[in-house]
Structure formats: C-alpha cells, structure tokens
C-alpha cells in the first residue's frame, strides 16, 4: 500500500561512540547559533523586536547545547581519569568530624 521507509544506518565507532566528525559538527552548528545574537549585543544594531527575539532564542538553545556537551565531556573525563576526582573514592570510608568537617 504505502512506500517502505528507508533510512541510514548509524554509524558508530569501535567503541561505540559516534564518530568524532559529527559530534564537531553538532558544535561548530551550536557555536554558530550563538554568533548572530553576541554580535547583535555588541553592536548599534537595531532590528525588529521579533527577529531579535528569534536571535537571542537561537543563542539560548545553541549555548544550552554546548554548555549540555561540555558536561558530558566532564563527566566521561573524570570516569576515563580518576586523577583527578575531587572527592573520596568510591569504598573507601571518609571519618567526619560533625564540628570540622571531612
């Protein structure tokens, strides 16, 4: 009755992320949604309340993305090196001081 569907396969690395060119590609996309509105900022501009108003809501949701991507970098950082883990390890026992503190 109706066509079949067809989509690409995805495409993953041996270790099963996704290749490193599209994840650059997602960023530099999320950096250029930002340009527009810093630029906007730091001009004289002036331009229609609703184009600006799209502008700075592109802005938002590119900054929201890369600040979403730098927190998962930190966080597959800090599993792939426990160097430099902040706080006690994991099973190990912390003796607290409830006036002084850890």
């Given at each position: 009755m109706g066509?079949?569907?067809t989509t690409s396969p995805i495409t993953l690395t041996p270790d099963g992320g996704r290749p490193a060119?599209?994840?650059l590609t997602s960023?530099?996309?999320a950096v250029a949604l930002t340009i527009p509105a810093i630029v906007l900022r730091f001009s004289d501009a002036s331009l229609a309340?609703?184009?600006e108003a799209l502008l700075f809501g592109l802005a938002i949701v590119g900054a929201a993305f890369i600040l979403?991507?730098?927190a998962e970098v930190a966080q597959?950082?800090?599993v792939a090196c426990?160097?430099?883990h902040r706080g006690p390890l994991p099973g190990r026992a912390v003796k607290v001081d409830p006036l002084?503190?850890?």
């Open positions: 066509r079949e569907r060119s599209r994840s960023l530099l996309t309340n609703v184009v979403s991507w730098a597959i950082e800090e426990p160097l430099i002084r503190g850890p």
